[in-house]
């Protein structure tokens, strides 16, 4: 059910309007003046549509318009005024102020009625195009087959994180992530069983982590993790835990259960160090004394 408000301060304009409404199915919620309005307008859970009085105390209809639109952020509501102002510098006041459209009173019912539907489809198109904007700034920040975040992005979030630990003098930690033998697995189990191996590693992982951490996909079975505020103890306790979680069962998949453990480097940022590629190398250096350790194993550059 879609809500609207209406907004009159004569209370029998009020109740008949509120009962057309009503009937043709709104949620309606009610304001007898333009502070209430507003008051209305401006909360996160503000109706999609209003009809507002010109001429109302405190606040006309004019300045809810107003300062409706001026708060950045603010849900969009579809606004129609009703007035029985005639001159067309009015109509033009009244759409400059934020108005979407204007209805001369005393109002055709079903005149009305149109002009919200046409509110209504506006809004829906807004929605949709939101919703797409949403999916295509997934899309561009997000690894396809793992839902982690994709190179490019969890790179920038390394920027960005050690920009913070620089400004705030803060700790920063990285951490590389590479699947033991995943060639192996590819050969033995097929790539699509592979895709499957990663998916599911990405989920364990991940569920290792605060949610204000980074992980990412970094470059094939290679995954990234950032973790902000912690240093080289807190990073190592973190990264046993994602090995331990990797390795905590196989992994089952369409061609049958796959063992898999993950070796893990980790390197913290040194006073001063204001360079990302810099403390990636020490992870990968440290990554690579894991493999050549025996793999399944955290080793940390400190």
């Given at each position: ?238 990264a046993d835990r994602m090995r331990s979680a990797a390795a ?55």
């Open positions: 059910m879609t809500g609207i408000l209406i907004a009159d301060d004569e209370p029998l304009s009020r109740r008949l309007l509120q009962a057309s409404l009503v009937r043709w199915g709104y949620e309606v919620e009610v304001a007898k003046d333009g502070e209430e309005a507003l008051d209305v307008l401006l909360r996160d859970t503000a109706p999609r549509l209003a009809v507002l009085d010109w001429v109302m105390p405190r606040l006309d209809g004019l300045e809810v318009c107003r300062r409706a639109r001026a708060r950045a952020g603010a849900p969009y509501s579809y606004l129609l005024l009703l007035t029985s102002k005639e001159a067309s510098s009015d109509v033009v006041a009244g759409l400059a102020a934020g108005a979407d459209d204007y209805l001369r009173k005393p109002f055709d019912a079903e005149e009305l009625r149109a002009r919200l539907r046409t509110g209504e489809r506006i809004l829906n198109l807004q929605a949709e195009l939101l919703a797409a904007q949403d999916a295509l700034r997934v899309q561009a920040t997000r690894d396809g087959l793992t839902g982690l975040y994709n190179r490019r992005a969890v790179l920038e979030r390394l920027d960005q994180e050690m920009a913070r630990a620089r400004r705030e003098g803060a700790e920063l930690s990285v951490l590389l992530l590479d699947v033991d033998h995943f060639k192996r697995v590819n050969d033995q189990y097929g790539h699509q069983a592979g895709d499957e191996v990663l998916r599911e590693l990405a989920a364990r992982l991940g569920s290792v982590l605060r949610t204000y951490d980074a992980f990412g996909r970094y470059g094939g079975e290679e995954l990234i993790a950032i973790l902000p505020g912690c240093g080289n103890a807190a990073s190592v306790l973190v905590s069962s196989p992994i089952e998949t369409r061609t049958g259960a796959v063992a898999v453990t993950v070796s893990i480097g980790a390197a913290s940022c040194r006073s001063g160090q204001t360079d990302a590629a810099a403390i990636i190398a020490r992870a990968d250096a440290a990554l690579y004394r894991a493999k050549n350790g025996g793999r399944n194993r955290v080793e940390a550059d400190l």
